[in-house]
């Protein structure tokens, strides 16, 4: 195998070859190689094509910013989509082919799309596939569904681990350029905790790319002496293959670490990417900047390339796109390029360059006043035409030409906290505005900075900078001598011509379509992105929306600063879904959370139902039991004759503790609480702003500055976001501090006539939990089985003399064990969700079915627990019109009148002889089972003028079950509605 363009030198390891294949066929190259250097070794030009009219295209340029060469990358369920080759690093084995053609890269059918390229202009899709209607569904989307998108999934599973992880740094410093490194080196000797991150495989930027800019020294033997000191201090550290992709508040940065994408296969153990999520006190944007093309027709071509992509082709991989090379130009950045490429032994055949007064920098013909006006060659460079200073044209053979129409300094992550840029006539370039992230300098290239003296300059004012922000004494250091030559640009955005010029090469967006959305008014930039698409596409348009928003600036009159330009957001390059996911999949996408007696029960051969996130005991069925109804029968009966025991540790906990929680809680819940005795539990209504009902729960008071709220086990997350939102937005000068105890505390209901008996031989004898010295609603933090810490409340949720017993959770097994044993001469039985939920809509208590986010405190006949003593969130709104109408939804019990009926969820109520048309509505069942107690199904529901209502007879209707019976509205305490039993 030969690699016929590649030239002497560079920093690949050449005794270390390495196979790989593309599109089937195999070719050699070597470590150190990207995918698109190795291809571009082996002459291979036509890598993809175009989105939209899947013109054939190649590599142009060198990094991230790649448009055209986006590849499949591996097979199987490691098979990756819409992978740059300007990015992948090459390994052995690797197996790489090109997307978005049918039936071959060389031959694609749906290169049609570009002869019809006069009926596919941007905005098309707005106008067409209107009519006929009945045509989109059948014809129109499946059309282009299947014609659209680029790479294709395996829809196997992803072998592989992502994880994520949390970094925490003084000063991060974002780019590995000549800047970055001078900065973190600053950082560094100055003894601040330093993270310097680059997005390439290698540290050192255009230091790899470009010849010597050091007196005395290699720009390769600078950067490892400079990384070998960094690499050597504790307080560094160093990630290479390390995006950082978005600026987020408080100092936090995503950054996406790429571990082993540059192996086959994940080395054992080890995470294929990592995202890390940073915390940097102050930070240094090193990112350099990205060169852009010069539109002209048919500038697509493949071998057509960015002119300093060329020169780190042939600097940093000894690669050269072509034998015969030309470089237009209107900066002097080309000519470097073009002395570069020369200096590697590549055949440079002109240097063309718009400005008339240019000056020969590179040893080949220079064409003064020149521009290239045409390129010739459908599936790789033939032949340029040269419109010459004279008027006169003229045609080059070449097989590459490199086109550099100047340099966008990165300021996508100033953008992202609604930074933007400002424009910069000097560079003809938008550079950063003094509107930065909290915390952020820039410097070098990003910072408008293109020579190699004032990278460094700036690399190290931004840290000293950073420095004397944190109060860090910075150190002396010296800037090593450059060689230099000043960034000379006169703008040239588009050569006039009659072919299609393009300026977005992913998303096919050309000078004519510019032309056209201004047409069409939509001049403004974002309303231009949005019409051709343009930079709307995985690059974000890093080459492309300088170029385009000159082109309208043009057509409009107008100058580019007052066009203006669109801002970026996260993230800067792409990130996989993969890394996003993290370890959340399968199983972890959605982790069981299991009760401290899940293993009891499972013993006890509990049937589970997942509720959320956790798995609770369902029933527990008995020998003999045919039917769940039989065993949830018995264990409600059990629950009211004898004791029962359930695990209700799935509830909220919440800690409240701090001088200020009483007036905390007054604030957080519609009722009274700052004169609530210690010892003592009140039942809680907690409203939103807008005055409807978010939860209920109960705050025990165990000391004067500490408290236990419970929530509803759906409600855990939300109301305790809810605390902590009040707490640190709304009264954060209160004393008070939030601790989530959910997990912390095991926690068993105990309920029915026998339970003080149980408890009473657990409970340690130093307390007395009589009825005198432990009533209803009491709390108390005591000890159990000889010394173990404990809580005891007298709640019930059953409507039966209970209590609630919680433990750390370590004890909750070897509690839940103790209790059934002490239990089994009383009768003692457990009990599961389904008899809770009997038990409770028996007693006519609520739960997330009735606390939906619409009901309001009158709707649940709790109007008077919302204070007018006190402020609290959401009372005033409470009391608007509508949640307080007395012809609204009023919160009811409902029996069948016969009592073989059963009431259903979800069933709709009707007055008796209505129709049953939405208009005649009266309200709709949110509970229902069957109660044992009562011989009769029964259910709670929210009835218009439910209370007034007491026994009227009505229809309670379920189309979707085919259920219509006739029911009685009672009272929603169907059992103890005095509430003796609960308080014996």
């Not at 100092?251 to 080395?267: M, Q, T």
């Not at 072509?322 to 020369?342: K, P, S, V, Y």
């Not at 910069?424 to 910072?447: E, I, R």
């Not at 009391?879 to 009926?901: F, K, M, N, W, Y």
Request: aromatic content about 8%.
């Amino acid at each position: 195998m030969t690699q016929k363009n590649r030239l002497q030198g560079g920093l690949v390891d050449r005794s270390k070859k390495l196979r790989f294949t593309f599109d089937g066929k195999s070719y050699e190259g070597y470590q150190g190689d990207t995918l698109a250097s190795a291809l571009l070794a082996n002459d291979v030009r036509l890598v993809g094509r175009s989105f939209k009219y899947h013109r054939p295209r190649g590599v142009l340029a060198a990094g991230s910013e790649e448009p055209n060469a986006l590849v499949e990358l591996r097979t199987g369920n490691r098979q990756e989509p819409n992978t740059r080759a300007t990015t992948i690093e090459l390994f052995d084995g690797l197996e790489a082919k090109s997307q978005n053609r049918w039936p071959r890269l060389a031959f694609d059918a749906m290169s049609i799309n570009d002869r019809l390229s006069p009926f596919l202009t941007a905005g098309f899709y707005y106008k067409t596939f209107m009519w006929p209607k009945a045509f989109w569904e059948k014809l129109y989307e499946p059309m282009i569904r299947k014609a659209a998108g680029l790479g294709s999934l395996s829809q196997e599973d992803d072998p592989d681990i992502y994880d994520k992880g949390y970094l925490h740094c003084d000063v991060l410093v974002i780019g590995a350029g000549p800047s970055g490194l001078i900065a973190a080196l600053t950082a560094a000797r100055s003894g601040a905790r330093v993270i310097l991150a680059d997005e390439d495989s290698q540290m050192g930027g255009r230091l790899l790319a470009d010849s010597d800019r050091f007196e005395g020294v290699s720009n390769a033997d600078w950067v490892a002496q400079t990384l070998g000191e960094l690499a050597s201090m504790d307080n560094v550290r160093l990630l290479t293959r390390t995006t950082v992709f978005g600026v987020y508040d408080h100092g936090i940065f995503g950054a996406l670490e790429r571990v082993s994408d540059h192996l086959a296969v994940p080395e054992a153990g080890k995470p294929r990417q990592i995202l890390w999520r940073v915390y940097a006190k102050r930070s240094v944007l090193c990112a350099g900047a990205t060169e852009r093309p010069i539109a002209f027709a048919n500038n697509d071509r493949p071998g057509i390339m960015l002119a300093g992509a060329m020169r780190e082709y042939a600097n940093r991989w000894a690669v050269t796109p072509g034998q015969r090379i030309a470089i237009f130009t209107n900066n002097d950045e080309g000519h470097f390029a073009a002395q570069d490429l020369i200096r590697a032994g590549v055949k440079v055949v002109a240097v063309i360059d718009p400005r008339h007064d240019v000056q020969r920098i590179a040893e080949c013909e220079l064409l003064a006043g020149a521009q290239v006006t045409d390129a010739q060659g459908r599936l790789g460079l033939k032949m340029i035409t040269v419109k010459l200073s004279d008027g006169q044209t003229r045609p080059i053979e070449v097989s590459g030409l490199g086109v550099s129409g100047g340099w966008n300094p990165n300021v996508q992550l100033t953008c992202h906290q609604r930074g933007r840029p400002q424009w910069s006539d000097t560079l003809a370039a938008f550079v950063p505005s003094a509107d930065l992230p909290t915390g952020m300098c820039v410097a070098g290239a990003a910072a408008g900075e293109l020579t190699n003296s004032g990278a460094l300059a700036s690399g190290k004012d931004a840290a000293l900078a950073a420095l004397k922000d944190l109060g860090i004494k910075a150190k002396r250091i010296d800037l090593p001598e450059s060689k230099d030559e000043e960034y000379q640009i006169s703008p040239l955005w588009h050569v006039p011509g009659k072919g299609r010029a393009w300026l977005d090469f992913q998303n096919d967006v050309t000078v004519k379509d510019v032309k056209l959305a201004e047409q069409e008014g939509f001049r403004s930039v974002e309303h231009l992105k949005r019409y051709t698409t343009l930079g709307m596409a995985t690059d974000q348009g890093k080459t492309a929306n300088v170029g385009a928003l000159a082109v309208m600036a043009e057509i409009t009159g107008k100058s580019i600063p007052e066009t203006g330009t669109t801002i970026f957001r996260p993230p800067y390059s792409p990130v996989s879904m993969g890394a996003w996911a993290g370890r959340s999949v399968g199983k972890d996408f959605k982790p069981t959370r299991l009760t401290p007696s899940h293993q009891w029960a499972e013993e006890q051969g509990a049937v589970f139902v997942e509720v959320g996130p956790w798995l609770r005991a369902q029933w527990f069925p008995q020998p003999g039991e045919t039917h769940w109804r039989q065993s949830v029968d018995r264990e409600v009966l059990a629950v009211r004759s004898s004791v029962g025991v359930c695990d209700v540790t799935t509830l909220g906990k919440i800690d409240v503790q701090g001088a200020d929680a009483a007036a905390f809680l007054n604030k957080v819940y519609c009722n009274g609480f700052a004169k609530l005795p210690v010892g003592k539990t009140r039942y809680g209504l907690m409203l939103r702003e807008d005055g409807l009902v978010m939860d209920d729960g109960t705050a025990a008071r165990l000391a004067e500055d500490h408290f236990v709220v419970t929530t509803t086990t759906a409600n855990a997350v939300g109301v305790y976001r809810h605390m902590e939102f009040v707490h640190q937005c709304l009264f954060p000068d209160m004393d008070v501090q939030l601790i989530s105890a959910t997990d912390a505390w095991a926690q068993f209901a105990v309920a029915g006539p026998k339970s003080r008996e149980l408890l009473q031989q657990v409970v340690d004898r130093d307390f007395d939990i009589s009825n005198d010295a432990f009533p209803f609603m009491g709390c108390a933090e005591i000890t159990i089985a000889g010394g173990i810490p404990a809580r005891l409340f007298r709640i019930s949720f059953s409507g039966e003399l209970a209590f609630e017993l919680a433990v750390p959770t370590r004890y909750g097994d070897a509690l839940i064990r103790h209790l059934m044993e002490l239990g089994q001469p009383l009768g003692v039985t457990p009990y599961g969700m389904e008899a809770l939920g009997v038990l409770r809509i028996e007693k006519g208590h609520v739960t997330g079915n009735e606390l939906n986010g619409t009901v309001s405190a009158h709707n649940l006949g709790m109007g008077r627990m919302v204070s007018t003593k006190k402020d609290s969130i959401g009372a005033p709104l409470s009391a608007r019109e509508a949640l307080v109408d007395p012809d609204g939804l009023a919160l009811v019990g409902i029996q069948p009148v016969d009592t073989s009926d059963t009431v259903l969820a979800g069933s709709h109520v009707f007055a008796e002889g209505a129709s049953h048309l939405p208009q005649n509505d009266q309200g709709y069942v949110t509970s229902a089972g069957y109660s044992p107690h009562l011989s009769s199904s029964i259910g709670l529901a929210f009835v218009q003028r439910g209370a007034e209502r007491l026994g009227e007879t009505v229809q309670i209707v379920s189309p979707v079950d085919n259920v219509n019976i006739q029911a009685t509205l009672v009272s929603a305490h169907f059992v103890d509605p005095e509430g003796d039993r609960l308080r014996a």
